[in-house]
């Protein structure tokens, strides 16, 4: 079969280029592509890969998996949209196999306790296994497409008239939410910049063009404007297993100022980037990218005699967090834990 | 001897081309990695390991340099080899880049014959490899540019400009007495800045004045921008007339002259990085560049080889650590360290701004601050080491002291208790004649000579060459910017002197070539060649080119003639060597500056001869017969009156009149003919 040994160097052509784009990284990709890329990249993997029974294809799909999150492990969207498909094929499998539904998710104690350990070996081949499979993941596709919109659409039950709203940098779905609530009501929004990339500017333009009241500001000033303002919406990059957020450098400060002021602080974020990982130093989340915004190569003397470090992420502990708002409802960051063991299986935390 | 697979695949590509004539997809980008970079600096660590594979953070430096092709966009290339070239192909074989899932080819050229980048050129041209615009590179290129804008700008300006621009130079800001500025590649650039086009390119050598020929600022170009805020990446695009007709050298002195009537163009990056390790302390400073994440997304934790032994974590503080890392009790790593696989240190040791290889010892209570310590380095307790490169398996005794910029090559042996002082180099290897052989001895007592083989050189005057900054650069490093004196009317006897001396050896050497060139009948073509690369490495500018050929073959035929100097004869000896030698002027005029020089050279001549005087005309009517000189100039030469006496009596010869009063005639003819 030379059709199917030329399809292999395709596929494996293809993860080796998307492995490099995540490891490049220069140009901040969207969370949102780069769960549809790994999604129809592991599509492509159970599509043309060689396996023979589930087993076999999950630990295909956790090698693949394992290496592409390897590449670039603060875009944890990869990782979750692996164990996403290794959840799928454990359903799928469990269906074929006769397994009710009801028995898959988490079991009762007593269960737990009688079933003796008794772990499924995912051993039987099943034919129709691939076909279901692609069939799970395509619907999956489908509701990445619309998670920015259900968000959106809870827009105006937070957002009320007259409200001033701050915001820092720039986010998609933040921005979706705001230009959804401006169809129906009049409200404020103050940009805090998020210096040195200043992507707030970005944020403050497009919301202007919408007939939005927009201000930018420096983030220094984030503490002494918070005192006027009556709720602050932010998006992040990650939302971790505890509830706490990997977001972009700036919003530690936001928060902690919001908290100061009793301002309620509400994450903008859609399920796919629910991660079921515990922050720490060794998992290395953060992202320290050239210090060529925080200070230009072309200073000089100085350069030699200065460290000069520009993190891209700030870690913002759960307990500064009122309510995130996802594709699925709001939830409080104490939720969190339930709303995680719903999409992964726990077996499938540690790829 | 090159690599037959290159060689066919590019006959093959030749092929395909041939018979798809209507269908153009853009080819695929090409670029040439020189991996060998024909000088001497890292003499003695380069006598081990061919340069390109010294680690810079643990990774070979050719590693860096296909990562930025390959990241840039580079479907093939063309690694060329020389020195150690086996060990550079396997290194390569064993990684990424020969796999099969890599977007980028790698394909060996390997010569020993190569000597300068100009062999290289000319092979790439003579193997026919590159088919369009390419990138090229040395293996020692550190980057994580994006030339794609550099690119199209390049193929914009040759479609505009009917391929006149062969080349586009990649520059970075960087402002003087920035660290990663390299004393020896300090330059200064005039440019005109609507075109970006580079119209002068010097080196500063440490001088506070420099000269710039008036014609840059006489001519019609608006805005000439002088600038000194400049690093050659030493990555260019090139045409691929760069190799065929003009091989512009950015040889091992790096100096790159205009090339003959075509134009060099810059890019300026601002925002990416780029470097070019040519010497220690670059190595030094680029180094802890990537430490300190400048060159991201090339850095250590990345792992952008995909080699299993090269995963590192990244913490705070710029503190990588790879695998099995075992630290003692009581030891800091303070900041900007990155620690190899495998590697113990023992306890209450003290490292900064440093690099540790794979499986090195490291003993208690050693302090480490800025040293780059490669593969296999045992440390025994109480050594010190500042600003200093230890190779392989080098083995530092007990209280060894290093000073900034010392060298320890592959495998030696130090210690104890023995302190090193500034810039000293020691190397298994014995220098060779041609370095400097002040061998001023470490003295032997207290140094462990346990392997007889071992020998130990402490050579500081090669030491500082290498290393040291020299102390009259540092002074003029704050000055350097604001003394830019431009067409400054005071001679220069620093820069002048010298070039003279220059012009008279490449005189030499241009009759050598033709000689040679007549004697087993080389090709003009080739003659160009020679005479061209030698024109770069005397770094002789085109009108004192221009004269020079034209006085050699002037006087050619005196040198056969002997003493017998008589116009007849002389005449008739030149006659078919001027016939031969049409293209070769031709090649080199184009200009009717150029006209003008090569008569004055031709009117020089004569005056210093006055017995051919006679001959001029017959000479002149050649030169316009084989349509090198045209009537216009010549007429305009005769015309010129700012001579001294002996070329008033050199136009009074009545042959010569007669020559012009033709040429006039012949003009109005001509005009006559065009106005009916």
């Known amino acids: 079969m030379p059709g199917a040994a030329e399809r292999g160097s395709e596929l494996s052509e293809q993860i080796e280029a998307f492995v490099s784009r995540l490891r490049g990284g220069g140009q901040r990709p969207r969370s949102e ?11 492509k993997i159970i599509a043309h890969g060689r396996w023979g029974w589930a087993g076999e294809l999950m630990d295909l799909i956790r090698t693949e998996g394992q290496r592409m999150t390897a590449a670039q492990p603060s875009e944890t969207t990869v990782g979750n949209m692996v164990r996403r498909v290794l959840k799928v094929i454990r359903e799928e499998y469990g269906r074929l196999h006769g397994r009710s539904e009801e028995s898959d998710q988490q079991d009762s104690l007593h269960k737990l306790l009688t079933s003796g350990g008794l772990s499924e070996d995912f051993s039987t081949p099943y034919p129709s296994l691939r076909a279901n499979v692609i069939e799970a993941i395509n619907e999956l596709l489908i509701e990445l497409e619309g998670t920015t919109d259900n968000i959106a659409m809870q827009a105006l039950e937070h957002i009320h008239s007259n409200e001033v709203i701050m915001t820092i940098g720039y986010s998609r779905t933040v921005e979706a939410f705001l230009k959804e609530a401006a169809r129906k009501r009049k409200f404020q929004v103050i940009v805090a910049e998020c210096a040195p990339f200043c992507q707030g500017h970005e944020m403050a333009v497009r919301l202007s063009k919408e007939n939005i009241e927009t201000t930018v500001m420096s983030d220094a000033a984030i503490f002494a404007v918070m005192s006027r303002v009556n709720k602050v919406i932010i998006g992040t990059k990650t939302i971790l297993a505890n509830g706490a957020l990997i977001a972009v450098s700036g919003t530690h400060t936001l928060a902690l100022a919001a908290k100061h002021h009793s301002t309620p602080l509400i994450v903008c974020a859609p399920m796919f980037k629910l991660s079921p990982q515990f922050p720490n130093e060794e998992d290395s989340f953060h992202k320290f990218v050239s210090p060529q915004e925080v200070l230009p190569f072309t200073e000089g ?51 | 001897m090159a690599a037959r697979g290159s060689a066919k695949r590019g006959a093959g590509a030749g092929g395909a081309r041939g018979s798809e004539p209507q269908e153009e997809p853009p080819p695929p980008l090409q670029a040439v990695l020189v991996a060998d970079s024909f000088n001497r600096r890292f003499f003695p660590i380069s006598k081990d390991r061919p340069r390109a594979l010294l680690p810079m953070a643990n990774v070979a430096m ?11 966009g580079v479907e093939e290339t063309f690694v060329f080899c020389c020195w150690k070239s086996a060990e550079i192909k396997e290194h390569l074989q064993r990684s990424k880049w020969c796999r099969h899932t890599s977007p980028n080819t790698v394909r060996f050229v390997t010569s020993d014959l190569y000597r300068s980048l100009g062999d290289v050129l000319r092979d790439v041209d003579a193997k026919s490899l590159v088919r369009s615009d390419f990138i090229l590179v040395t293996g020692d290129v550190v980057s994580n540019l994006n030339v794609s804008r550099a690119l199209e700008e390049h193929k914009l300006r040759r479609k505009m400009e009917k391929n006149v621009s062969v080349m586009t130079m990649i520059f970075k800001e960087s402002s003087p007495g920035h660290h990663a500025r390299c004393k020896e590649d300090d330059i200064v650039i005039a440019m005109d800045s609507a075109t970006n086009r580079v119209l002068h390119y010097q080196r500063t050598q440490g001088l506070k004045r420099f000269r710039f020929p008036m014609s840059l600022f006489q001519n019609s170009i608006e805005n000439v921008e002088v600038r000194h805020d400049l690093l050659d990446c030493h990555i260019s695009i090139c045409s691929p007339q760069v190799s065929s007709a003009h091989q512009r050298i950015l040889n091992s002195i790096g100096v790159a002259s205009l090339i003959l009537g075509n134009q060099i163009h810059m890019h300026v990056t601002t925002e990416e990085y780029g470097a070019h390790i040519c010497n220690l302390l670059m190595y030094e400073a680029v180094c802890s560049d990537i430490i300190r994440r400048w060159v991201y997304p090339l850095t250590p934790e990345m792992n952008f080889t995909d080699d299993k032994n090269q995963s590192y974590t990244h913490s705070k503080h710029n503190i990588y650590r790879g695998v099995d890392v075992s630290l003692g009790h009581g030891s800091m790593l303070k900041e900007n360290v990155l620690i190899g696989q495998g590697t113990v240190i023992g ?41 200093s490169v230890i190779c392989d398996e080098v083995e530092v005794k007990e209280k060894v002291k290093l000073k900034p910029h010392c060298v320890l090559s592959s495998q030696v042996v130090v210690g104890p208790d023995i302190t090193l002082s500034e810039g000293t180099v020691i190397s298994l290897h014995p220098p060779d004649e041609e370095e400097e052989d002040d061998d001023q001895f470490s003295d032997d007592s207290g140094v462990n000579k346990e392997e007889s083989k071992v020998k130990l050189k402490g050579t500081s005057i090669s030491g500082s060459m290498l290393l040291g900054r020299p102390a009259m650069l540092s002074e003029e490093e704050s000055e350097s910017d604001s003394d830019l004196s431009m067409g400054s009317e005071e001679p220069d006897s620093r820069a002048a002197s010298p070039q003279l001396d220059d012009i008279k050896v490449f005189q030499n050497e241009v009759l050598g070539t033709l000689q040679r060139g007549e004697e087993e009948n080389i090709s003009c073509d080739n003659l160009v ?40 004869n002389y005449f008739s000896a030149l006659l078919p060597l001027l016939k031969n030698w049409t293209p070769l002027f031709k090649n080199y005029i184009k200009r009717s500056s150029d006209h003008l020089n090569a008569l004055f050279a031709i009117e020089e001549f004569f005056l210093e001869h006055d017995s051919l005087c006679t001959s001029i005309a017959k000479v002149l009517m050649t030169f316009y017969q084989l349509e ?41 003819e001509s005009s006559d003919g065009d106005q009916d």
């Not at chain 2, 090195?360 to 025994?380: P, T």
């Open chain 1, 33 to 43: 592509d780069t769960a549809r890329q790994t999604l129809s990249l592991l599509r």
């Open chain 2, 628 to 668: 090198i000189l045209e009537e216009d100039v010549i007429l305009n030469w005769f015309s010129l009156r700012d001579t001294s006496d002996k070329g008033k009596q050199l136009r009074k010869n009545q042959r010569l009149q007669k020559f012009i009063q033709w040429l006039e005639e012949a003009e109005e």
């Open chain 2, 347 to 387: 306890s209450n040791c003290s490292i900064m701004n440093s690099v540790i290889g794979q499986n090195c010892r490291i003993g208690n209570e050693v302090m480490l601050d800025g040293a780059f310590l490669w593969d296999g380095v045992h440390i025994a307790d109480n050594v010190q080491i500042q600003h």
């Open chain 2, 62 to 72: 050719i590693d860096y340099t296909l990562e930025f092709l390959t990241a840039t």
């Open chain 2, 529 to 568: 060649l020679e005479i061209n690369s030698l024109k770069y490495a005397y770094n002789i500018s085109l009108s004192e080119m221009m004269q020079v050929l034209s006085k050699v073959i002037l006087e050619f035929p005196l040198q056969q003639l002997d003493a017998n100097l008589d116009s007849q």
């Open chain 1, 301 to 351: 003397e100085i350069l030699a005699k200065t460290n000069v470090h520009c993190p891209v992420f700030d870690y913002v502990p759960p307990e500064l967090i009122t309510l995130f708002i996802s594709n699925i409802g709001g939830n409080a960051p104490s939720y969190i834990y339930r709303l995680m063991s719903e999409l992964y299986h726990p077996d499938d935390y540690e790829l």
